[in-house]
């Protein structure tokens, strides 16, 4: 993991630098030639190696076990979530997120099965890029992150502190780590599967529709779903 925090930092490090060269175009994106290309890189990759391993996990794996799998992540994501729920002192949410981990880590067998859903509790998305927006830290710069995706400078920040308390990520085999970790990024790219050929025909750029998908949602995401208007909302 050290390495690839350094790798991140410097990548971080240059978009930083490199943010004053940018004279035209979306002013939260002042590094846009450097994000397109390595968006280019993440689409190749994608196309090579990624997406037809996705595609060739779907048609291997029915979906019971596919939805197990993903239950599975989501389990070890929601300690991640009870992190941050504590961080922005919502702590009502904390208990719950807390009972949904009890549940179906226990009754739901590693959390193979979602029952805390049936139960009323409700999933939550939280990390610490939230936790810096809710606390008043601006995104930053978009940046374009290598294989990882649409990111921002806070975001990518997060990133770093959330690897931290990721059971995943943490766990001491590291042979099963990256194991699992390869798996569980399998299973996410599948699920994105149908979303392809909607990101196609709706797109005219599909750099740009993908940053601003990811900037709003990220946003509605910090705001619990309620983001205030700004002064940029008004210019548009």
């Given at each position: 993991m050290k390495?690839?925090?350094?790798?991140?930092?410097?990548?971080l490090l240059?978009?930083?630098?490199?943010?004053?060269?940018?004279?035209?175009?979306?002013?939260?994106?002042?590094?846009?030639?450097?994000?397109?290309?390595?968006?280019?890189?993440?689409?190749?990759?994608?196309?090579?190696?990624?997406?037809?391993?996705?595609?060739?996990?779907?048609?291997?794996?029915?979906?019971?076990?596919?939805?197990?799998?993903?239950?599975?992540?989501?389990?070890?994501?929601?300690?991640?979530?009870?992190?941050?729920?504590?961080?922005?002192?919502?702590?009502?949410?904390?208990?719950?997120?807390?009972?949904?981990?009890?549940?179906?880590?226990?009754?739901?067998?590693?959390?193979?099965?979602?029952?805390?859903?049936?139960?009323?509790?409700?999933?939550?998305?939280?990390?610490?890029?939230?936790?810096?927006?809710?606390?008043?830290?601006?995104?930053?710069?978009?940046?374009?992150?290598?294989?990882?995706?649409?990111?921002?400078?806070?975001?990518?920040?997060?990133?770093?502190?959330?690897?931290?308390?990721?059971?995943?990520?943490?766990?001491?085999?590291?042979?099963?780590?990256?194991?699992?970790?390869?798996?569980?990024?399998?299973?996410?790219?599948?699920?994105?599967?149908?979303?392809?050929?909607?990101?196609?025909?709706?797109?005219?750029?599909?750099?740009?529709?993908?940053r601003d998908?990811?900037?709003?949602?990220?946003?509605?995401?910090?705001?619990?779903?309620?983001?205030?208007?700004?002064?940029?909302?008004?210019?548009?």
């Amino acid at each position: 993991m050290k390495i690839s925090h350094i790798a991140l930092s410097a990548f971080l490090l240059a978009s930083v630098l490199l943010s004053g060269c940018a004279v035209n175009g979306d002013r939260r994106d002042p590094v846009e030639p450097l994000n397109r290309g390595i968006y280019q890189f993440n689409e190749t990759v994608d196309k090579a190696l990624i997406k037809p391993v996705a595609q060739g996990y779907n048609e291997v794996l029915p979906q019971p076990v596919r939805t197990g799998v993903s239950n599975f992540f989501s389990n070890l994501d929601d300690v991640l979530v009870i992190f941050n729920d504590l961080l922005q002192f919502k702590l009502t949410q904390a208990v719950s997120d807390f009972s949904r981990v009890l549940w179906n880590t226990t009754v739901g067998v590693l959390g193979l099965f979602d029952v805390s859903s049936s139960m009323g509790l409700e999933k939550h998305n939280e990390d610490f890029g939230q936790t810096l927006g809710y606390w008043g830290i601006a995104d930053g710069p978009y940046v374009m992150l290598p294989i990882l995706g649409p990111s921002s400078l806070r975001d990518a920040l997060g990133r770093v502190v959330d690897w931290q308390v990721d059971p995943l990520v943490q766990h001491y085999n590291v042979a099963e780590r990256n194991t699992a970790s390869v798996v569980k990024m399998e299973d996410m790219r599948a699920r994105l599967l149908k979303t392809d050929k909607v990101l196609d025909e709706a797109a005219i750029d599909p750099y740009v529709f993908l940053r601003d998908a990811y900037l709003q949602r990220r946003r509605a995401l910090v705001y619990d779903g309620n983001p205030p208007r700004t002064k940029f909302d008004e210019d548009e």
